[in-house]
């Protein structure tokens, strides 16, 4: 896996719509830059086809009320190797944003047509994308129209099937795989270490002080900027910064990376806000169970926190198969204002301050 991964929001005016989705991270000038993409597990064989469907996730750009929402780059690989996404039959779809759509075999261009007309209005458009290698003819349909045909001399046998893009967000509702048969090692017992469930506690014990910006962290309201903060902070060189205004029909919450804390017994962090306050921590599940807690913070004074995880309980508006929090299974951590809870749904004229939110020293903790 490459970018991040996770139950996801497509419109950042709609948040409510969620499906699973790749974003390319945030470098270091707050673009997002570099590939998303991710595997299957299994290793596949003989003739095989792969349909999806994508659409172009909304992107806030932090500092600036700007929102990308961006027609390009939706990618899938057949017959992978499962670590390069551009082995085994790669095709691009819009790569750049270009009304084009290339195949690549190990890396090469293949084959390649201008005759893609990408829509440029991708606000509400789903596009369904299959890849097929039946026999000799590799090719790729767009909503179920041939699009691009190859025929290799030499077939690839089989391998991985990646979904991926670049410099982007995407999200995947539905894909579906027909195969003729599996073959091999499954990808996670290959590219994991010796203990496969190491990974889910990748993040226990390390404190995250965002000395490489905002690490990833995002904002579901379109005019809320995240930025990295390098004059208020708790440890140096710098916390994040989250400036919002509460309104009506907005909806700022501010939400986490992919996290992986299997073990986890308590949540630490320092939280600072500009008006005194009343914040909702969430922690989310996979499956989209949310458990919270409140916190009662000062104006302009960091509040160190000391969080058990036994303090977090589930929403009552969400359930949960078990009713209990799952480390392993925790998701992500979001902050939420209660005044902007109040001024999303509220009819009556209350002027609500702007306000900033500032997060430093975060780390889970067995």
């Known amino acids: 896996q490459q970018g991040n991964w996770d139950m996801t929001n497509r419109w950042s005016c709609s948040p409510g719509w969620s499906w699973y989705g790749g974003t390319s991270l945030l ?12 595997w299957s597990k299994t290793n596949y064989s003989g003739d095989l ?25 939706f990618n899938l690989t057949l017959c992978g190797d499962g670590k390069d996404l551009r082995s085994g039959y790669a095709f691009l779809v819009a790569p750049g944003g270009a009304d084009k759509a290339q195949l690549l ?24 994308l299959t890849a097929e290698k039946i026999g000799k003819t590799v090719r790729l349909l767009f909503d179920g129209q041939p699009l691009l045909t190859y025929n290799d001399p030499d077939p690839l046998p089989g391998g991985y099937v990646g979904l991926w893009t670049e410099n982007n ?13 599996q073959r091999g ?69 501010l939400i986490s990376p992919r996290l992986h804390v299997s073990g986890a017994k308590s949540v630490s962090l320092s939280l600072r806000a500009s008006l005194p306050d009343r914040v909702v921590l969430t922690l989310m599940e996979e499956d989209m169970s949310r458990y919270i ?74």
């Open 185 to 253: 090692q499954s990808l996670s017992g290959l590219l994991a270490p010796p203990v496969v469930a190491s990974g889910l506690d990748a993040d226990l014990g390390k404190t995250l002080e965002f000395t490489e910006g905002v690490a990833g962290w995002t904002s579901l309201d379109s005019e809320a900027p995240v930025s990295k903060d390098t004059q208020v902070f708790r440890s140096p060189p710098g916390s994040l910064s989250y400036q919002f205004q509460p309104r009506k029909g907005a909806f700022p919450v």
């Open 169 to 181: 967000g995407i999200l995947v509702p539905r894909v579906t795989i027909s195969y003729a048969e």
């Open 49 to 73: 086809s792969t349909r999806f469907y994508t659409g172009p996730k909304m992107l806030p750009v932090p500092n600036t009320t700007t929102v990308l929402e961006q027609m390009m780059n």
């Open 105 to 128: 075999r190990k890396g090469a261009v293949v084959a390649e047509t201008n005759q893609l007309i990408m829509p440029r209005e991708g606000h509400n458009r789903w596009l369904e």
């Open 293 to 366: 807690t409140v916190v009662n913070i000062p104006a302009d004074q960091w509040a160190n926190l000391e969080l058990p995880l036994s303090q977090f309980k589930l929403a009552t508006d969400s359930s949960d198969e078990n009713g209990k929090l799952d480390s392993e299974e925790i998701g992500s951590l979001t902050f939420t204002d209660m005044d902007a809870v109040h001024a999303m749904s509220t009819d009556a004229e209350k002027a609500f301050q702007k306000r900033q939110f500032w997060v430093d020293d975060v780390k889970f903790a067995r």
């Open 27 to 38: 470098n270091a000038q707050n673009q997002y830059a570099g590939v998303a993409g991710i």
